[in-house]
């Protein structure tokens, strides 16, 4: 485990549907992604995560699986599928999978089984109960708003849905769901994927009974606590090893909403008898949470540290961590924490990547992130393709909890669809996506940031995450070295150190639109350095440094 590949590798993720569009039909496909590989090979990464291509209803594009050994038709053929595989592994990239078994679409073969009587073969295959005085079951919020539970009238009962009502919650108490799942597992694996991203793994075993959740403000109840890091995931985990991860060479990371360092030592554990890392939430959710998202709070820095320097300091030696500041849930990080004005949305984008990269784990890029690509100005509701934003929009616009003003300004701040709009590949018509109508519209910056334009120059954002997947790969301090925290109160530095047999790295980021100085620790004063990269390209750095807005610079110290 101590060399595994997986901890050396930087992961880039692939909406599918919004990454390249083959055919001109405004859908992103697979053949798309092929034709795309000579550019994620100059980029440097070493896998990819491929978001869900499985046969989909599309409820939730694609989170909502009707057949896990099928492509979905919009995206193209198993032929196309096989041949990105092979193209991918003969430039040296693997791919991981996404894997959602927490709950299938309703058009699963399985589900349409389920629904139909209660002694169906498939009926504990999903989670039904009885109404309680003619209510639901229980008073659990789904992740989508409204109730948790379907009424289904062919047996008068209700199924559990955490999602939406078009994502039933399989049954993992049931041995013939592991069974199932495990042996399509095997499938892909026998196929030679390398690897699953494990959507919200942590889900899939509920607290029997499942009691009656915190109320909050929409009447509804909270699930978390009986249905996140529940009584049986880790035995279903330390199963799924055993049958099937063990069995091949694979990077395997759990989605674990509700996961804290504790339940990561075992999650991830080096001992390798689950998962190789999670993805945690925790820093994520400095700026509102899971059920707050709604609204405009800033991440603060000095929670950001606190929150970040525990992962680090307690996976240390004991699990592995992942680190990202993007996915397809998550708006834009530039938009977020750093600055997208004209100004300074490059130099800050670049800090940000830093900050991240150089920390311990496996980096994940998102795309479009090496661009530097930011929220997007979608001006009302119907602009708006995700699921989770539009039911929340009724919710709590139809409650009358937000005012309609409001909630479009959350909404752009905060929508997954911030990070769903077309890759933008070059100043063409539609960022160069497709040659037809887009499926939701493309950022109109993208005659300014654009691939072919930051290819183009050397000193652009994507220049500058080559550079830092390169610096992984050349310095073992950048994935050995123990890291710490420096200046933990300040509110405008980041500053830590990586140390790795008497070496060194110490990686200093200014999060703000001001110059700030800063001197070095008394024991690295005079001593010996390099700077290793610098937003600023400066080249040297004195033991006191002025840092220019956002200005990012790591120092190695042999
Ligand atoms: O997301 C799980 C999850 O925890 C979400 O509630 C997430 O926090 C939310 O989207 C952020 O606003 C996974 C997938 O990544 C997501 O795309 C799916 O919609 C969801 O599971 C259901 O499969
Ligand atoms: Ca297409």
Redesign the pocket.
């Known amino acids: 485990m101590a060399d595994a590949w997986w901890k050396q590798s930087v992961v880039y993720q692939i909406y599918p549907r919004s990454f390249k569009d083959s055919n001109g039909d405004g859908i992103g496909d697979l053949n798309g992604i092929t034709e795309k590989l000579d550019y994620l090979k100059e980029l440097g990464i070493d896998v990819i995560w491929l978001s869900p291509v499985y046969e989909s209803p599309n409820d ?1 594009n694609g ?1 909502d699986i009707s057949n896990y050994r099928g492509i979905m038709k919009e995206f193209g053929t198993m032929e196309d599928y096989d041949r990105m595989l092979s193209a991918a592994h003969e430039r040296g990239i693997k791919i991981v999978m996404d894997l ?1 078994v927490n ?1 299938t679409s309703d058009e699963h073969p399985w589900f349409v089984e389920s629904r139909k009587s209660e002694d169906n073969p498939y009926r504990d295959y999903y989670i039904w109960r009885e109404g309680k005085d003619g209510k639901e079951p229980n008073n659990w919020e789904s ?1 989508f708003s409204g109730p948790a539970w379907e009424y289904d009238k062919e047996t008068d009962m209700y199924y559990l849905h955490l ?1 939406s009502k078009k ?1 039933p919650d399989l049954n993992w108490d049931n041995p013939k769901v592991r069974d199932e799942v495990f042996d399509m597992m095997d499938w892909w694996c026998k196929k030679g994927i390398d690897g699953f991203r494990m ?2 793994i942590s889900m899939i075993s509920k607290v029997p009974g499942l009691p009656d959740g915190e109320l909050n403000e929409k009447g509804y109840g909270d699930f978390g606590p009986y249905v996140c890091n529940g009584p049986h995931v880790h035995e279903y985990l330390q199963e799924m090893n055993r049958r099937v991860l063990s069995k091949y060479d694979l990077l395997t990371v759990g ?1 674990c ?1 509700g996961v804290t360092v504790e339940e990561a030592k075992k999650y991830a554990n080096n001992a390798g008898t689950e998962l190789s890392m999670v993805f945690q ?1 925790e820093h994520m959710d400095l700026d509102g949470g ?1 059920s707050m ?1 709604w609204c405009d709070r800033k991440i603060n820095l000095v929670e950001l540290k606190e929150t970040l320097s525990k992962w680090q300091e307690e996976l240390y030696q004991k699990a592995w961590n992942s680190l990202y500041w993007c ?3 998550q708006p834009r990080i530039v938009s977020r924490l750093g600055n997208p004005s004209e100004e300074y949305r490059e130099v800050s984008a670049k800090m940000l990547g830093t900050c991240l990269h150089m920390m311990q784990g496996t980096p994940y890029i998102y795309q479009g992130e090496e661009l530097g690509m930011t929220n997007v100005p979608f001006e009302k509701l119907e602009d708006f393709r995700d699921i ?1 934003s539009i039911h929340a929009y009724e919710e709590f616009v139809g409650k009358g909890l937000i005012q309609p003003e409001d909630m479009m300004y959350y909404l752009r701040y905060k929508s ?1 669809d911030n990070a769903r709009t077309p890759m933008q590949w070059d100043d063409s018509e539609n960022a160069g996506f497709t040659t037809g109508n887009p499926w939701i519209m493309v950022n109109p910056n993208y005659r300014e940031i654009n691939a072919k334009e930051q290819l183009s120059r050397e000193d652009s954002v994507f220049h500058y995450y080559q550079k830092l997947i390169r610096l992984r790969k050349e310095y073992p301090v950048i994935v050995q070295g123990r890291y710490s925290l420096l200046l933990p109160e300040d509110e405008r530095l980041y500053v830590y150190q990586r140390a790795l047999d008497g070496q060194i790295l110490l990686v200093i980021c200014n999060f703000t639109d001001r110059e700030v100085s800063y001197k070095v620790p008394e024991e690295l004063k005079g001593r010996e350095k390099k700077v290793l990269i610098s937003n600023y390209s400066r080249e040297t750095a004195d033991d006191s440094v002025a840092l220019k807005a956002y200005e990012a610079v790591v120092l190695l110290y042999e």
Request: charged share 40%; with cysteine.
């Open positions: 939730d989170y959602v709950h992740c999602f994502q959507d919200v989605e909403s939430f899971e998202k996915n397809h849930d989770e997954r």
